[in-house]
């Protein structure tokens, strides 16, 4: 998964999206995001739970732990290895869902550069990143699961995102849920290929500073 997303929607978009009932505690604002252009270190919106009560929170994307300072914070983490290893031992039992609209893979296509492509759900709704982070402090932040691609999405990269149905991102979500239950859930039920479509956009998303909808456009290709 190549570090770039989309978070345009509000935080009531993507809760709606959870179908989780129950108080927000909203750190995040009522308006929409407005965020077509989300890169590394930046500030993403979060849904969490703590004390039985979900949170939105905004952290920033990417994470490391406090005596791993020799080296840039990851913002991916692979499932086969997060819940057994010791980078991300502290955090692995602190789970979260990152609610996006899309995310962005480039491809080569065999120009003098590689072509971006848009990859979001089908159906329009939101898809819903299973991912697990530190939420205060000094060090808080967070980091995407990630799993090996399946032929047929895209195949530009060889990692996807985890995302999780809305049923499985409660489950996710819920502290009730045992670590080793979670672990297969990621390992085993991301929403598969034929959830999500594809296609060109503009190289200008590329650059981070720029912004805008017409980032998402498609192009031809």
Not at 22 to 50: F, K, M
Not at 102 to 111: I, K, Q, R, S, T
Not at 194 to 199: H, V
Request: include cysteine.
């Amino acid at each position: 998964m190549c570090g770039r997303l989309s978070q345009y929607h509000g935080i009531h978009d993507f809760v709606e999206a959870l179908s989780m009932p129950g108080a927000l505690v909203n750190s995040v604002g009522d308006q929409p995001l407005g965020h077509y252009n989300v890169a590394p270190t930046t500030r993403v919106a979060l849904l969490h739970i703590e004390a039985d009560i979900l949170h939105a929170d905004l952290l920033p994307w990417g994470w490391r732990p406090h005596w791993a300072r020799d080296r840039a914070a990851p913002i991916n983490a692979r499932v086969e290895k997060v819940a057994h290893g010791a980078f991300f031992r502290a955090i692995w039992p602190h789970r979260a869902i990152v609610p996006i609209d899309n995310w962005f893979e480039w491809v080569d296509e065999g120009g003098p550069k590689k072509q971006p492509y848009l990859i979001r759900r089908g159906d329009g709704r939101p898809a819903l990143c299973a991912a697990i982070g530190q939420c205060s402090g000094e060090h808080a932040g967070f980091v995407i699961l990630t799993a090996d691609s399946e032929g047929g999405l895209l195949d530009v990269h060889d990692r996807r995102p985890i995302v999780l149905a809305p049923a499985f991102a409660r489950q996710w979500l819920d502290p009730a849920t045992a670590g080793e239950h979670a672990e297969q859930m990621a390992l085993n039920l991301g929403e598969p290929a034929a959830q999500f479509e594809w296609y060109p956009v503009s190289a200008a998303i590329g650059n981070v500073r720029n912004q805008g909808a017409e980032l998402i456009a498609r192009i031809p290709g």
